[in-house]
């Protein structure tokens, strides 16, 4: 007789359901989130959206992720969104590592910020800053989300507490 096949997986890039990958999506019991309450300031070219990067409490050896870095946090977008960010901030500094990834599985673009190494120690308090353009075909975080939805990652991948219906609150630009 003949055994049966393993089953197949996905490749790892291509995970059904945001953020379409392999890793811990579990958002209880790691020590990071992005607060609600969104700072927004704008220019006659610009609307900034800055998120703080809060405590959110965990328990060391009991929680898997709990001692988890802050390597990386995913958006998810479309293409059409691409010319609209001008800018990425981790607190005043310029961030060149922000890029656009296409999900060939699930047919998703995701807005990746990367690269901020953060750890328990730096990452309280810390804020991220998005910079649309206004001219851009998506100005403002409710058009540039395709939903109100993010990922952070630690470097290593294996931790990506995911996040939904997140912000709470309405945004006004």
Same mark, same amino acid.
């Given at each position: 007789?003949?055994?049966p096949?393993p ?5 790892p890039?291509n995970i059904?359901?945001?953020?379409w990958?392999?890793?811990d999506r ?12 969104v700072?927004v300031?704008?220019n006659?070219k610009?609307t900034?959206y800055?998120?703080a990067?809060?405590?959110?409490g965990c ?6 992720c709990c001692?988890?870095? &802050?390597? +990386? @946090? ?8 691409? =010319?609209?960010?001008?800018d $990425?901030? %981790?607190?005043t500094?310029q961030?060149r590592s922000?890029?656009?990834?296409y ?6 673009? &995701?807005? +990746? @910020? ?8 730096t =990452?309280y308090?810390?804020? $991220?800053? %998005? ?8 100005p ?12 952070i990652?630690?470097?290593n ?10 912000p ?6």
């Amino acid at each position: 007789m003949i055994p049966p096949r393993p089953p197949t997986f996905p490749p790892p890039n291509n995970i059904p359901g945001f953020p379409w990958c392999r890793c811990d999506r579990n958002s209880f019991g790691v020590p990071y989130y992005l607060n609600d309450n969104v700072v927004v300031t704008e220019n006659a070219k610009y609307t900034n959206y800055t998120f703080a990067i809060e405590e959110k409490g965990c328990t060391v050896g009991q929680d898997p992720c709990c001692n988890m870095d &802050l390597w +990386k @946090i995913d958006f998810p977008t479309t293409d059409g969104c691409r =010319a609209s960010v001008s800018d $990425v901030f %981790l607190n005043t500094d310029q961030r060149r590592s922000p890029q656009f990834e296409y999900m060939p599985a699930s047919e998703n673009w &995701l807005y +990746k @910020i990367t690269n901020l190494g953060l750890n328990l120690d730096t =990452a309280y308090g810390a804020t $991220v800053t %998005l910079q649309l353009s206004k001219s851009g075909a998506c100005p403002t975080l409710d058009t540039f989300l395709k939903q109100k939805s993010y990922a952070i990652f630690s470097k290593n991948n294996h931790c990506c507490p995911t996040y939904m219906n997140w912000p709470a609150i309405e945004m006004m630009a």
